[in-house]
Each structure stands twice: as C-alpha cells, then as structure tokens.
C-alpha cells in the first residue's frame, strides 16, 4: 500500500488533480464495512498531513469502529455540482489507525477535539478520478493502481 506522497510521485499529474478535488469541498464521503459484511457509508472530511492522506472520527464512532474491525475504506470526494467541474475522485485505501504522539500531534495543529478521538492513515491502493469532456462528450476515467501506474479510458 502506498501513503500520499508515494502516490504523488508515482502520478503527480492525477495526484494533482486528486488533491484539489479533495480540498475543494471539506466533507466527502466514506464507505466502511460493517460488521455484517454490509457497506455502511458516512460524511468524512480528509486531509494530508505530512506524507499522508489522515482522516479522523469522534470516539467510538460506528464508521471508527469498522475501520478498526475490517480496515477497508473508500472516499468518493463531494462532486460539488452537476457539471463535475475538476472531476470526481475516488480512492480505495487500507486505513492505519494513528494513536499516541503522532495522534496528538495531529490534533495539535488545530483546536483539539474535546476528548478522545480517532485517526487513521490512508494506505492507497487505487485512485480514479472521473473527468467529462462536455464538448467532446467524452467521459474520462484515468486511475493508478499501485504497482501498476496509470491507466486512461474514454468512453463517448
């Protein structure tokens, strides 16, 4: 599984693409598995932090526990409008959970949550990110895999 960072080296130009998206709007949406092997999806905000893409969680939220039972995560960014403007990202990742110092130290840099909190790393193992062509009509789907780098395909 690849962090952030490893990521944006391999495909700096997605990557770029990616992070804007993810930082255009602050709520995105996860999808985590529950304990009865259903999808259970929630609003997240994500960010990278140092050479990470972290998301956090209240304390023993259901969307936390599930990371910590079945560590499987997907975060579609928020669209924001019809129109799909800089497209729509989608990443398949393994979350870490982040405890100790180095949570404290993420929370430090902003107001910290009142009382325990969770965090997880995103380890990336597949990005998309899907762009429409209006003049072409032309949908755009370019993704990376790890270990396999980055593919295109147009479908009209």
Same mark, same amino acid.
């Given at each position: 599984? !690849?962090? #952030? *960072?490893?990521?944006?080296?391999?495909?700096?130009?997605?990557?770029?693409?990616?992070? /804007?998206?993810?930082?255009?709007?602050?709520?995105?949406?996860?999808?985590?598995?529950?304990?009865?092997?259903?999808?259970?999806?929630? $609003? *997240?905000?994500?960010? +990278? #932090?140092?050479?990470?893409?972290?998301?956090?969680?209240? #304390?023993? /939220?259901?969307? =936390?526990?599930?990371?910590? %039972?079945?560590?499987?995560? /997907? +975060?579609? *960014?928020?669209?924001?409008?019809? &129109?799909m403007e800089g497209g729509d990202a989608r990443l398949d990742a393994?979350?870490?959970?982040?405890?100790?110092? =180095?949570?404290?130290?993420?929370? =430090?840099?902003?107001?910290?949550?009142? $009382?325990?909190?969770?965090?997880?790393?995103?380890?990336?193992? %597949? @990005?998309?990110? @899907?762009?429409?062509?209006?003049?072409? !009509?032309?949908? +755009?789907? *370019? &993704?990376?895999?790890?270990?396999?780098?980055?593919?295109?395909?147009?479908?009209?």
């Open positions: 599984m !690849a962090s #952030w *960072t490893s990521f944006e080296n391999d495909a700096p130009e997605l990557a770029a693409k990616v992070r /804007a998206r993810l930082e255009a709007n602050l709520h995105h949406v996860m999808a985590t598995v529950r304990a009865d092997g259903s999808p259970r999806v929630s $609003g *997240t905000e994500v960010r +990278i #932090w140092h050479d990470d893409l972290v998301l956090g969680s209240m #304390w023993q /939220a259901r969307k =936390a526990l599930d990371l910590q %039972r079945d560590a499987r995560v /997907a +975060i579609h *960014t928020n669209p924001s409008d019809e &129109t393994v979350a870490v959970e982040v405890v100790g110092d =180095a949570n404290a130290e993420f929370y =430090a840099d902003d107001e910290s949550p009142p $009382g325990p909190n969770h965090l997880f790393r995103l380890e990336l193992h %597949r @990005v998309s990110l @899907v762009e429409v062509d209006h003049e072409a !009509a032309r949908l +755009i789907v *370019t &993704t990376w895999r790890e270990g396999r780098g980055v593919t295109r395909v147009e479908r009209d």
